[in-house]
């Protein structure tokens, strides 16, 4: 079986890295800067999706995406910490005999960073991940690349892990199920309202639920 992991939220906890970045941004263009529990409900989208809901306008989300990743790229990656577990969780999905992959909206210089950073890129056939120019950043057009990275395997025998709804629904428009990461962002209502094919409160349950599968 292909099983695909959702970064931020369902690997790793970047959440400080992220607020610090949306404030950054929102401060140097001039915007009122939400609290930390308004921003933190806009994690996950595509970063100019997420910028724009929190309140930067369209004629300077250019900019705005730009003094993000400045800071996201220098400071942003190392403020992030991997959730109990999860290590623990990729080598035990590995030693069954699936393979491992990415699909996340951060884009494909963050998320290699951090994949180095954490000493975990080894496990991961293929690292799909936004493109830097804008050309796939929703969660179904990197799905879609990472599927093809995979050789464009059978749907029946992929496995998304993700946090969010936009997870559960990108990995629908594929026909892929998805198990919920209930220790993340969304939370196990968000998660089972879209339509997720399982809950996993905790990564030690997952390898449990791809053996059910």
Avoid at 28 to 50: A, F
Avoid at 196 to 210: E, K, N, Q, R, T
Wanted: charged share 25%.
């Amino acid at each position: 079986m292909h099983v695909i992991f959702d970064l931020d939220g369902t690997v790793w906890d970047s959440e400080p890295g992220i607020l610090a970045c949306m404030a950054h941004a929102l401060h140097e263009l001039g915007r009122e800067v939400p609290t930390d529990d308004v921003l933190r409900s806009h994690i996950g989208p595509p970063l100019r999706s997420m910028l724009a809901e929190v309140g930067v306008p369209e004629p300077q989300l250019d900019d705005g995406v730009r003094l993000y990743r400045e800071r996201y790229l220098t400071e942003g990656v190392y403020e992030a910490s991997l959730y109990d577990g999860v290590v623990a969780l990729l080598d035990a999905v590995a030693h069954d005999g699936h393979t491992l992959a990415t699909a996340t909206s951060k884009g494909e210089d963050p998320t290699l960073t951090m994949l180095e950073h954490f000493g975990i890129r080894d496990r991961f056939e293929v690292v799909g991940a936004a493109t830097m120019d804008g050309a796939a950043t929703t969660k179904s057009e990197v799905l879609a690349r990472t599927l093809d990275g995979l050789g464009d395997p059978a749907r029946s025998t992929c496995v998304l892990v993700g946090d969010r709804d936009l997870d559960v629904r990108g990995a629908a428009a594929h026909g892929v199920d998805c198990i919920g990461a209930a220790w993340g962002y969304g939370g196990a209502e968000e998660l089972r309202a879209a339509g997720a094919w399982a809950i996993a409160d905790s990564p030690a349950d997952v390898p449990g639920l791809l053996d059910h599968r």
